[in-house]
Structures are given as structure tokens and as C-alpha cells.
């Protein structure tokens, strides 16, 4: 268990839906990750947070938005919902900026 | 630009047998970090180590030992008399400080699934 929690784990939704992930990161870590696995992409990064402020972003879709809230979760919200978003996503987090990451369980998302 | 390159799809060893998979990178940085994460059938990415680009020594922790050569960027993990419970996904990530040593996000490989058979 890496410390990490993320809800729900599986995610069942239709086409054109807004969903929310959930990550709260182990405790004392200030930097949160997100990332997305798919089959096709394999394991892409989305977007880092570190101490409530947006660090970095990589492909992150602009359907898709995220926060770091003052009690360190963060929360992926992803609008607009396509088949191809169905995907594992995984948030991971860090005591810094230059630690290893440890990753959640992740979240399955199904678009149907 | 940053890429990972893992050119091992698949291997299949029998217990016991040692193995090698195989990391190649890319980085025009003289700072980065090189990891590696297990990602066994149940799905979590489980974190195995981390590298700095100035400690090329190489690392042993048990059964698993990291070989890290700046000169032929590559940074390769042996497991040596593997078990069934080794069966999983094995990630090579690279890591840079980016701007003002301000991010730490991860480029994966795209993975070598590792199957031990009994």
C-alpha cells in the first residue's frame, strides 16, 4: 500500500458525461500527479500540483481540468467524456519536487 | 526531446532463470533522474528505485540489481533467480528538473510484461 488513496475505483459513465477523480496523497507529501494508461497512449502525464499551485502539464486535454485544494487532495475532473477517455487513471504523489512518486491504485474509467 | 525506450515487448523465463530487461533513454539534460516501476496484474504501479544522473553505481537490493551506463544511456534492471510473483509490467521513467528545477513529471517506456513460468 503505497499511502496513496483514489475513489472511486471503477467509473462506468456514457458519452458527453462530466466525472470527478479523486486522489488524497500520502500524508506530509506536497506535489500531486496525475496520469492517464491507456492501451494506446501506455502511461501518459497529465498534469502536477504542487502545494495547490500547478506545477507542470503535459497532454492534458482541454476537456480535462484539475485541483490541488488547501488540504493537499486534488480532484481530475474530465467533461465532455469521449470512448477513447476510457482509460487507468493514476495519480501519484511526491514529499517534492525531485522525490520519487508513489503511485495510487488508480481509477478505471469506462466511456460507453 | 525526452523519450524512453524499452524494446523488450515481452519475455517469458522459466523460475530461477535470470533476466535482463532492457532501458535506453534520451535527454539532452545534464540533471535527471532514471526510475523503475513494477506494475504487477492487479494494476498498481509499484515504485522499485531511483537513479540520479551523477551515481553511476550500479545497485543491488535482493534478487534485483540496476546497471546505470551514461555512455550508452541506458540504465537496465536484472532479476536475478526469478519467482512467479516477478510476473508483471516493468516501467523505465525518466525524469527531468525542467524550468527552474520546478517539475519532476514522468516519461515512461512503454513497458516489457515479464511472465516467469513455474
Known amino acids: 500500500d503505497s499511502g496513496v488513496t483514489q475513489t472511486p475505483k471503477h467509473l462506468i459513465t456514457a458519452t458527453g458525461q462530466r466525472v470527478t477523480l479523486r486522489c488524497s496523497p500520502r500524508s506530509g507529501d506536497l506535489s500531486v500527479y496525475w496520469y492517464q494508461q491507456s492501451l494506446d497512449q501506455g502511461l501518459q502525464f497529465l498534469i502536477q500540483y504542487y502545494n495547490g499551485e500547478e506545477r507542470a502539464k503535459g497532454n492534458i486535454l482541454e476537456r480535462f481540468s484539475a485541483q490541488q485544494f488547501p488540504d493537499l487532495h486534488s480532484e481530475l475532473n474530465l467533461s465532455s467524456l469521449e470512448l477513447g477517455d476510457s482509460a487507468l487513471y493514476f495519480c501519484?504523489?511526491?514529499?517534492?519536487?525531485?522525490?520519487?512518486?508513489?503511485f495510487g491504485p488508480g481509477t478505471r474509467l469506462t466511456v460507453t | 526531446a525526452q523519450k524512453v525506450t524499452q524494446a523488450q515487448t515481452e519475455i517469458s523465463v522459466v523460475e530461477k532463470e535470470d533476466v535482463t530487461l532492457d532501458c535506453v533513454y534520451e535527454?539532452?539534460?545534464?540533471?535527471?533522474?532514471l526510475f523503475w516501476y513494477k506494475q504487477p496484474p492487479s494494476g498498481e504501479l509499484v515504485f522499485l528505485i531511483r537513479?540520479?544522473?551523477?551515481?553511476?553505481q550500479n545497485e543491488i537490493s535482493g534478487r534485483y540489481s540496476w546497471n546505470f551506463q551514461k555512455s550508452t544511456s541506458s540504465f537496465n534492471f536484472t532479476i536475478t533467480a526469478s519467482q512467479v510473483v516477478d510476473s508483471a509490467v516493468y516501467f523505465c521513467?525518466?525524469?527531468?528538473?525542467?524550468?527552474?528545477?520546478?517539475?519532476?513529471?514522468?516519461?515512461f517506456g512503454t513497458g516489457t510484461l515479464l511472465a516467469v513460468q513455474p
Open positions: 501519484a504523489s511526491s514529499p517534492g519536487l525531485l522525490y520519487e512518486q508513489y
Open positions: 521513467a525518466l525524469s527531468e528538473l525542467g524550468y527552474g528545477g520546478a517539475t519532476n513529471k514522468l516519461i
Open positions: 537513479r540520479n544522473s551523477f551515481d553511476e
Open positions: 535527454t539532452r539534460d545534464t540533471t535527471y533522474y
